[in-house]
């Protein structure tokens, strides 16, 4: 039988399931704004995806094109659209996720930590 960190016997194999364990701890305080630490990796790959974007057409694909004013056309409507998007979101990140009626119980909720999830229901 295989031994865990506390010194007692289980048949499953101890180890494997408390290093999971540690793995898999919830978050001890509510976010307020989406841009709180940690950042989630799709967060911080969105925003290099819309950098790499923007880089790609106003670097590379807008100035290769022949005509002068149909690259001044392409980057005066690819700008307006890109920087719509972007401002889309950046207030999409910093929107509270939280229900509004939570918030209303005031500040004091949000600094009491997250109650830990049950679930053997």
Partial sequence: ?????????????????QSQQQQQQPRKWRRLHGLQ???HPQQVSAWILLAAYAALMHLLVIPALASHTFRLALHTANGVLYLAHLTAHL???VVDPADPHLRAKGREASR??????DRSL
């Fill in 37 to 39: 630490a940690p950042l």
């Fill in 1 to 17: 039988m295989a031994r865990s960190r506390s010194g007692v016997a289980n048949g499953n194999g101890g180890h494997h399931h």
């Fill in 112 to 117: 009491r930590p997250v109650p830990k999830f």
């Fill in 91 to 93: 207030a999409a990140t």
